[in-house]
Each structure stands twice: as C-alpha cells, then as structure tokens.
C-alpha cells in the first residue's frame, strides 16, 4: 500500500488556511495552472511510504506505538510560503512551519522514518523539509514569484499536535482524479513535556 505519517491539522487551522488562500488563489492563480490542495487533504508529511506492505502494517503500528508514548504533543504553526525546487520553476507551492516546530517535525521525522524502515516499510529517502503543500503546478513547472509574494504573510493560530496518523493513499479515486485518504491509525502522544 502507498501511505505516509502525518500531522493533520485541527479544522480551526484547516478553515483558516481556506479563508487566505480563496481570495488569493482565485486573483491570481490562472485557472488550471495549479491543482490546489483540497481542505480535507491538507497535513504535514513526516514520513512518505511508497510501498507498505499490509502485513508490515501490524508491526509498524506497534512500532510507533512505543514512539508515541516517548514523544510530546508539540505546539506548531504555519507562517510563510515558499515553492519546490524553486520560486522561478515551481511545482509545489507550500506553507511554512514557523518557528522551532520546523526543527521538532525533523526530529520527529527522523525517528519516525527509522521506526519505518525497521518495521520493513521502503521509505521515501527524500531529505526532510517541514512544510505543508497548498498546491502543486498542473504539467510542467512554472514561475510562482508573484503567488509567493502574496502568500507570505499567511499566519495561522498556534495548534498543539498531539497526534500522529498513518494514513492510507489510494491515488486518482478522489474527487477530479485526486487521491482519496483513508486514515488507518492515531497514535496519541503521551510522552512528557521536553521530550
């Protein structure tokens, strides 16, 4: 199975990246230049799966159980945007973890790739960039100087990630061939606080 292990954020925070983005987007986004990210879509990817075999589900779930009960929940916010590879040849456009929860997601993210690949999955070796995507470029990479301007001043509320999901991809049965998302697991994050 294709899956990854995410932060979802709370729907406050979700309603509130909707509410930036709809006035921007449709100024200046020509249509059909940008796929934007659907609402219920939107997280921030710790860990990407591409193959997860559904036998190796079970092990990795108790895994990271034991890596839920170390770590805590972590404040977290979205400030700034920025594109991949780069601004004047973008094909992802994406929001900015603010602050040191860029730095806590990478930690996370390092143990949880680890806790992964022991469990047997084959984990995506890109190197880690906290970040969550709010569109991706629709054919072939583009200049997105102008919608990074305008996008750089989004500021969410702060949020408390208490929660971890492994979470399911099934691509091109969503809605207008995006993927659909079926969450397979919740760890709860019970370690104590400064871990």
Known sequence: MRAFLAVIPP??????????LGPRRDALAPQGRWRWTRPEHLHLTLAFLP?????REEVLIEAASAWA?????LALSLAGAGA???????RVLWAAVAGSGGASLASWAKSLRAVASHAGARVD????S???????????PGP????????????TSAWCAQEVHLVRSFLGQGPGGTPRYEVRHTWELTGPPGS
């Open 130 to 140: 906290p970040h969550l995507t709010l569109a991706r470029s629709v054919g072939r």
């Open 84 to 90: 991949f590879p780069d601004p004047g040849s973008a």
């Open 144 to 155: 997105a100087g102008h919608l990074l301007q305008a996008l750089d001043t989004l500021a």
């Open 11 to 20: 729907e406050e925070v979700v309603d509130e990246l909707v509410s930036f």
């Open 51 to 55: 193959e997860l075999e559904e036998w």
């Open 69 to 73: 009960e170390r770590a805590a929940p």
């Open 125 to 128: 070796g890109t190197r880690f």
